[in-house]
């Protein structure tokens, strides 16, 4: 075995050796047990670099289990759950759930690595908590509509009765009818393995109509959090019973929460009815700062010990806390017109057709612009429907009547958005 080895250029003086060898190195010299400090670096987690360069967040163990014990209050999992692992474990989302679940001794899967895969996992390990982010939780939510409307006029009504029943019963505090889960949702479930009893959504904003959509299709609890890399994850989430979607709850118990006046925005703390600003953070889950980068540091974290997270949020009746607006992802249009994209990316995310969206815009023009990608899988079942033939994705894409239809799908999620404002 060590002859299959690969070697490394002497001046790498990096010596590579199995597995097997390693452990019998470690029995032939036992070390005593030498647990960390909570003061102890327990990671540098990189940022994603969304507004810049990567940053490396300094993390010590007494942040992530300052975390994991605030969380631990509100959210309780068991023995008996199992959870399966797909995101990043490069991210802090999923390091963050991964300590929190080890805490409650839960089971944990891990999926093959092939995202093409993940349903079949999901149907094998039959998880009891999934967590993920809006962009696959937008895809369900549009396969199911999909798969709904194309089953034909009768079960399309018995889908629609069911649903707004059992909405009825949920949003009055209600349990809803069970005959619906036999009649219709149990079908739903079993897609994710049917047992999945606990959903989480973070690392952007989803939508307040598909948090209700999950919620009523699946069952159980469905929450969504708020929080970033140098809060060690999560700074809020939604409490359990709290059936108000459209907020990411309340404060996580690890940390304290401030709205700070943003005057250049018009966002102040005497704004009626909500007071809002730009969202600060205190307590033991902030980081120690960014890795050999003490002026990116000083720029987030004041002398109070404050993070200032760039983001504008409000207050809600009952503590609860709503992202409303990014402090520094905006610009301005030639006519003066504050945008902010990620807004505008959110909304369009509903589109069926739509995989992502990205809108750009500059201070010279006084129009934007998007970039789109289509749902491959969508689209083409889509064209199988309108006979429209095809030899490529490329030529799919210029068709004129394929054009149509998802410009006509964006034009109305758009005004029935701007609607809702």
Not at 16 to 25: D, G, N, P, R
Not at 57 to 66: D, E, K, Q, R, S
């Amino acid at each position: 075995m060590d002859n299959e080895l690969p070697s490394l250029p002497p001046s790498t003086d990096i010596q590579i050796v199995t597995y097997a060898k390693l452990l019998s190195e470690g029995r032939g010299n036992p070390q005593p047990f030498s647990p960390p400090n909570p003061n102890d670096v327990a990671t540098i987690c990189y940022t994603s670099g969304t507004t810049g360069t990567p940053k490396g967040v300094v993390l010590t163990h007494g942040n992530l289990i300052a975390n994991a014990a605030g969380c631990s209050i509100a959210t309780k999992f068991y023995p008996s759950d199992i959870y399966i692992s797909y995101l990043p474990l490069a991210h802090i989302y999923e390091r963050g759930y991964q300590v929190l679940l080890a805490y409650f001794g839960v089971a944990v899967g891990f999926y093959q690595g092939d995202n093409m895969e993940l349903m079949n996992d999901l149907v094998a390990l039959r998880p009891t908590i999934f967590c993920s982010v809006p962009r696959l939780y937008n895809r369900i939510y549009a396969g199911i509509l999909s798969a709904v409307k194309s089953s034909g006029p009768l079960k399309e009504r018995l889908f629609n009765a069911a649903y707004n029943s059992k909405r009825q019963a949920i949003m009055n505090g209600n349990n809803p009818s069970p005959l619906w889960d036999k009649l219709v949702f149990n079908k739903i479930k079993a897609k994710l393995g049917g047992r999945v009893r606990f959903f989480s959504s973070g690392a952007s904003p989803l939508s307040p109509d598909i948090l209700d959509f999950l919620k009523i299709c699946f069952g159980g609890r469905v929450l969504e959090g708020y929080g970033m890399t140098e809060s060690s994850c999560v700074i809020s989430m939604m409490d359990e019973g709290d059936n108000l979607s459209g907020h990411v709850g309340s404060p996580n118990p690890a940390c304290e929460i401030k709205l700070v006046d943003v005057p250049e925005m018009n966002y102040t703390s005497d704004d009626e009815p909500h007071p809002r600003g730009e969202i600060c953070v205190r307590g033991p889950i902030l980081f120690q700062g960014y890795y050999k980068d003490e002026v990116h540091t000083k720029e987030v974290l004041d002398e109070d010990g404050w993070l200032h997270t760039g983001d504008i949020g409000l207050w809600l009746p009952g503590g609860r806390l709503k992202i409303i607006d990014r402090k520094k992802n905006i610009f301005k249009l030639a006519q003066g017109e504050y945008i902010s994209p990620e807004k505008i990316e959110n909304v369009y995310a509903k589109c069926r057709f739509i995989s992502q969206c990205f809108i750009y815009g500059d201070s010279l023009n006084s129009s934007l612009v998007a970039i789109v990608s289509v749902d491959q899988d969508v689209l083409k079942t889509w064209a199988a429907t309108e006979g429209i033939k095809y030899k490529d994705l490329e030529q799919l894409c210029n068709d004129r009547t394929a054009r149509a239809a998802v410009l006509s799908d964006m034009d109305a999620i758009g005004r029935e958005a701007q609607a809702m404002l």
